[in-house]
């Protein structure tokens, strides 16, 4: 008899924290989800931020970032679309479409420095082919008109002595 009632007190122990267990779990693995999510958010966040100054800096420097305003539209309107996702309650949702806003913003610091450094290059090889050569080439003008001056001037002085 009492056996039973020991193994009635253990089935209602087990029924009583399986149910816990069973409401209890899933707000467990719900905020592991939201956070996760939020930090995903955040990364991507910041991402989005040092490549566009990226993008920016490239742009100051002269260079063509068209491509790279493309990757960053799609990047943002994934990250967009991920803030949507994580208002709305769907927190795995928003941890995907976030690690596809950092997907596709891959290598794009390299290539917005790339774009810089070529465009930096460029602005130099432009200062010498519009400024420096036009200077040399009018001193060079100059310096061969004096030299004939000087030249034709002996000899008219010559040929007058004659």
Same mark, same amino acid.
Request: one cysteine or more.
């Given at each position: 008899?009492?056996? %039973? ?11 009583? @924290?399986?149910?816990? !267990?069973?409401?209890?779990? #899933?707000? @467990? ?14 990364? !991507? ?10 993008? %920016?800096?490239?742009?100051? /420097? ?11 539209? &799609?990047?943002?309107?994934?990250? =967009? ?27 794009? &610091?390299?290539? !917005?420095? =790339? ?6 290059? $460029?602005?130099?090889?432009? @200062? ?5 050569? #036009?200077?040399?080439? /009018?001193?060079? &003008? ?15 002085? %010559?040929?007058?002595? $004659?």
């Amino acid at each position: 008899m009492q056996f %039973r009632v020991v193994c009635k007190s253990v089935v209602l122990f087990l029924a009583l @924290f399986l149910l816990v !267990a069973a409401v209890c779990l #899933p707000s @467990f693995v719900h905020a592991d989800t939201q956070s996760s999510a939020n930090t995903e958010l955040a990364s !991507a966040r910041n991402e989005l931020v040092e490549c566009y100054n990226a993008a %920016r800096a490239a742009e100051a /420097a002269g260079a063509n970032i068209t491509a790279l305003t493309i990757k960053l539209n &799609v990047a943002g309107s994934l990250f =967009s679309q991920a803030q949507l996702a994580y208002s709305s309650g769907n927190f795995s949702g928003a941890y995907a479409l976030a690690l596809q806003s950092q997907n596709e913003l891959s290598n794009f &610091v390299s290539a !917005a420095s =790339s774009l810089q450094s070529s465009a930096s290059q $460029k602005q130099s090889t432009d @200062f010498l082919l519009n400024f420096l050569l #036009p200077i040399i080439g /009018a001193f060079a &003008v100059i310096d061969v008109s004096v030299i004939l001056w000087v030249l034709l001037k002996r000899r008219y002085e %010559r040929v007058g002595k $004659k």
